[in-house]
């Protein structure tokens, strides 16, 4: 076993754990975290292939770096909605 | 075993550990916690995979943003209750995910080695791209249509919060001693931040970490207070979040009416054209990103 | 010479091994708490630890820019630090 | 002074640098200990920002001796001095947040 | 070339700049809308006839570069596009029941308009993820639109398409790994058929049915379609969903090898049997006049999904000239629904089903619309849903063994007449009120008019369209 093939194996098992989370939790939050968890996987199979050859390949990690970025703002994104979304529950439950 | 396989090992090790602690906490705050945690340990990774500028950006992101709007929406959703699933359920998805796991591990395992086409074609160009750095050169040079769309999406995020009813944030005074020290944080991520951007050129660095690490220190300012208030309803708030991708548009725009075609640099202009759009690029990604993670319904929708 | 190489390079590892080792440790602590600020400690030694680990591999790997990543990491460790402090602190006067 | 800088950079200054990273790897041990083995969060504090601070500072001390560039050197220093403050500051704030905290009963993260 | 950038490149500049100057963003938002559409036109004139064009950004090489490329199919979307934002935009504008002026309806969908021609346009595996994390988030946002009540299906949504999106980008990563190349003619060329292959294209197929709402994978689309504003839900169900059954079907016709695009194929084409029929029964049984519309569109998705599969299975080319005829007959169809449904929901002051009855009477330019945009949901002759089926079915008329599709679709058209008349015929019932008692608003009810009258009238087009959607469908 290459070190290359551990971590894309390392990557590959937190795509998965990310993706068993995300069905087996209900919570926002939960969610969120077990989805980031699984784009870093992600993200670790990428960058994994991109060292294989002499040198690392540049392309694929300005791929990361990009996708890296669309990850956080979604996240950020995602969360203000939870957060606003259970403002909007609660002032629904008890309106005061 | 050799002694690097090892260390190897153990890191792998961590990072599993790590996602398992963040993945089925039955406590939020750990839960975050450890996620912020998994966000260091991967900049390791990262070093590790000779991934330099992923490793800024993931100690920027994974240590910085992402832990203060986890911590920040923490506050805001600890009411929601947990409600797990039934254990049957949870059982036949992790046999389902197991499965999946070996299928895909084994299928994955004949990967071809060696460098792949198009990133050695990178590495031969970057010498006509106007910049040293392969990284940069691809990012705002061969696939700059990626970057301009990349620069849309921070600016979609930061519409898609402002359209949301936000609760309004009501800190606390922060101690003396916290106002003191972020006094002296901002300043100093100011500064990194630009040594960064800066560097980008020939070496690990480029607008986004600097933009990351600068919207930090603005975010660090915002929740003590120090902050100015930047509104949306300012138009000069408004112009500094739009600056990256207007500059990118025009640039685009002009390289395809009075020259070789859309985001085509002149030569001999390209490394000007590369700064400039980097410049203009980390100024609006500083200031969404900490207004995206830091902003109020106050500040977004006046 | 080159066995002196191979001793250097072993202290290396094993240095490395043992920040590593320390970093799986503080993680004792995440998990048992057993209050908020342990597991925040924890970050901020891991922190440290990882900031050890990167100075140590920008040598080892030769690549100079893991010394500014160590240096964002021990930059937004105390960011994070003021974050927990300002967002889940109760309110005084409300 | 190209004598001394001889000095720094011979094998007897290598001998001494690796010796350095080796007592850091020390420290590093013993905070890890203290953070375990403490009893409260008062004295685990202590462990992580005395303890740890000095083991980064002395493998800081023994790569600036290797490396013997005098930009690397400064940037690392500068890495010590910020986790030393960083630590120092975040050992006051967690300390007093943990003194806020306890008054309020929220020892339980759900 | 150059059409087509200036189609690209009005709405985008027209949405920073309405953030930035927001006096006046409707205007400025429709006029460059205009542009965008007149430049479609004439993009689609320069290459009538002709091979399609390629551009490679930035003046590199092939590989290296991103590719747009210009084809007959990408400017017929790009028209598409053009002309229903232009639609959905007047209409609300016009509309008493449009999104309020201090939001961002505006510089969203202009970012949207934009973001859905790069996506045309675009020939790139990543390129594509770029966009179509755009698409969802500007989707999302537009969804918050309507306030709090839409928030939880909103967040829904989007973690939905987040998720969705890690597949894409897995399938990406293996792909590349493999061969080393994004561009997709690159990739057809020297693909080979490896475990690999497989595994990475049966990802990114995983997430773009994720993201296209594609049977079983749609729970999201009926609430976040239900719940934005009319003209929101409009643009998310006639143009986003499209986006990415465009790229699934670029990346299947493309680079699947022919024995895994077979067997894809018939699972593909089963699913759209059963998205035929289990849309269709919510549709028919769901209590509120949106949701009804909005199931409808995940029944007409089953459509695309048989014609997506089958034409994989078959490997003919005539059922993609079906696939598309579909998507934008469907487009146009969907629009004057939800316009007038929105409409009427609106004036009514209502949101159940139940509000339609008597609409011939109060609210008879609006229901009309329903009614006839209705028909060529079903696929009544000579609308441009019938065409679509009528190509559809010519293969299985050809051989016994094809039968059984035939029927699927037979019984998918009963289903979906079943719902149209569910509306139509409620509205044929005596009004509780009187028709004085409502303030109507005529041209906003013609707006909604205007689609279903084209793609009555795409019948009058279908020569030239089906040249064109035959060509572009080779490329």
Known sequence: MTDVQLFVGLGLLLWLLGLHAVMTHRHTIHRLIAINVSGSGVFLVMVSLASRGEGVDPVMQALVVTGLVVAVCATAFALRLGSARQQSHDEAESPS | ??????????????????????????????????????????????????????????????????????????????????????????????????????????????????????????????????????????????????????????????LGVRQLKLPNDRLPVAWPLLLAWSKLLAPLSLLLGVYLLWRGADAPGGAFQAGALIGSGLLMLKLVGLAPTTPWSHWGIRLLVLLGSFTFLLVAMATDVFGAGWLTYPPGWNKALILLIEVAATASIALSLAMLAGSDHRELNQ | MSGFIT????????????????????????????????????VQMMSTVGTGILLLMAHYGQQPALIDAALIIALLAAVINAALVQLLRAPRHD | ?????????????????????????????????????FPDIYTRLHAITKADTLGLGFIVLGLCLISGSARTSLLMIGVWVLVMASGATACQLLARYEQDDTDRERRDDR | MSWALLSLASPLLAALLALMIRHGADRIVL???????????????????????????????????????????????????????????????????????????????????????ALWLSRDLFNWFVTLELLSLAAVAMVTLSGPKAYAAALHYLMLSLMASLFYLLGIALLYG??????????????????????????????????????????????????????????????????????????????????????????????????????????????????????????????????????????????????????????????????????????????????????????????????????????????????????????????????????????????????????????????????????????????????????????????????????????
């Open chain 2, 1 to 158: 075993m050799t002694a690097d396989g090892f260390f190897d090992a153990l890191l792998a090790m961590l990072i599993v550990s790590l996602a398992c602690g963040a993945l089925y906490s039955r406590s939020l705050y750990r839960a975050v916690v450890f996620f912020i945690a998994l966000g260091l340990s991967l900049a390791l990774v990262w070093a590790r995979l000779s991934a330099p500028d992923l490793a800024l950006a993931e100690a920027a992101i994974g240590a910085g943003l992402t832990g203060v709007l986890l911590l920040s929406a923490l506050k805001h959703q600890a009411a929601e209750p947990l409600r797990p699933m039934r254990p049957s359920f949870q059982l036949l998805m992790a046999v389902l995910t197991g499965v999946t796991f070996l299928l895909v591990l084994t299928t994955v395992w004949s990967m071809p080695a060696g460098m792949a086409q198009v990133g050695q074609l990178a590495l031969n160009s970057v010498n006509d791209s106007g910049v040293e750095h392969p990284i940069t050169a691809v990012l705002l040079n061969f696939r700059a249509w990626d970057t301009l769309l990349e620069l849309l999406v921070v600016v979609l995020a930061l």
């Open chain 5, 178 to 475: 493999q061969e080393g190349v994004l561009d997709i003619n690159q990739l057809a060329q020297q693909l080979t058929d490896t475990p690999i292959t497989r595994l990475s294209l049966l990802l990114m197929t995983l997430g773009l049915m994720m993201k296209a709402a594609l049977w079983p994978l749609y729970l999201w689309l009926p609430d976040a379609h239900a719940n934005a504003p009319t003209a929101v839900s409009a643009l998310l169900s006639s143009l986003v969903v499209k986006g990415p059954v465009f790229i699934l079907w670029m990346i299947l016709w493309h680079l699947a090898p022919a024995p895994f695009a077979e067997q894809l194929g018939l699972v593909l084409a089963l699913f759209g049997g059963v998205a035929l029929l289990a849309g269709a029964w919510s549709a028919m049984t769901t209590p509120y006049l949106k949701t009804l519309v909005a199931y409808s569109t995940v029944a007409q998705l089953g459509y695309v999904l048989i014609a997506l599969g089958l034409s994989l299975r078959w490997q003919a080319l005539e059922l993609a000239t079906a696939l598309w005829l579909f998507i934008i007959a469907h487009a146009l169809a969907k629009v004057s629904a939800f316009l007038a449904a929105g409409e009427m929901q609106g004036t009514y002051g209502r949101k159940e089903l139940t509000v339609v009855k008597g609409a011939t009477l109060t609210m008879p330019v609006a229901m009309f619309a329903f009614a006839i945009a209705g028909g060529s949901l079903i696929g009544l002759p000579p609308s441009g849903g019938f065409l679509a089926k009528w190509i559809l079915l010519q293969p299985m008329f050809t051989s016994p063994a094809h039968w059984p599709w035939a029927f699927t679709i037979l019984a998918g058209t009963l289903a979906s007449a079943a719902y149209v008349f569910r509306v139509v015929s409620l509205s044929f019932d005596q009004p509780d009120i009187t028709p004085g008692s409502l303030t109507q608003n005529l041209p906003a009810q013609w707006l909604s008019l205007l689609p279903a009258l084209l793609v009555w009238g795409l019948a009058l087009l279908s020569h030239p369209l089906l040249l064109w959607l035959s060509r572009g469908a080779v490329v």
């Open chain 5, 31 to 117: 006029g460059a809308t205009l542009i965008s559409l007149i430049a479609a036109v004439l993009a689609l004139a320069s290459i009538n006839g002709e091979q399609p064009v390629s551009l490679n950004l930035g003046g590199w090489e092939q590989p290296l570069a991103i590719r747009l490329e210009l084809g007959h199919l990408s400017a017929l979307l790009m028209i598409l596009t053009g002309t229903l934002h232009l639609l959905v935009g007047l209409y609300n504008r016009v509309s008493d029941h449009g999104t309020s002026s201090r939001s961002d309806y505006w510089p969203l969908s202009a970012l949207m308009h934009a973001v859905l021609l």
């Open chain 4, 1 to 37: 002074m190209t004598e001394v800088w001889g000095l720094i950079s011979g094998p007897v200054a290598h001998a001494v640098a690796y010796g350095f990273l080796l007592i850091g790897a020390f420290f590093f041990i013993s905070g890890t200990l203290g953070v375990l083995r």
């Open chain 3, 7 to 42: 001793v250097m390079g072993l202290i290396m590892v094993i240095v490395l091994t043992v920040l590593l080792l320390a970093l799986l440790a503080s993680l004792v602590r995440v998990v048992r708490g057993p209050t908020r600020a342990d597991r925040l400690l924890s």
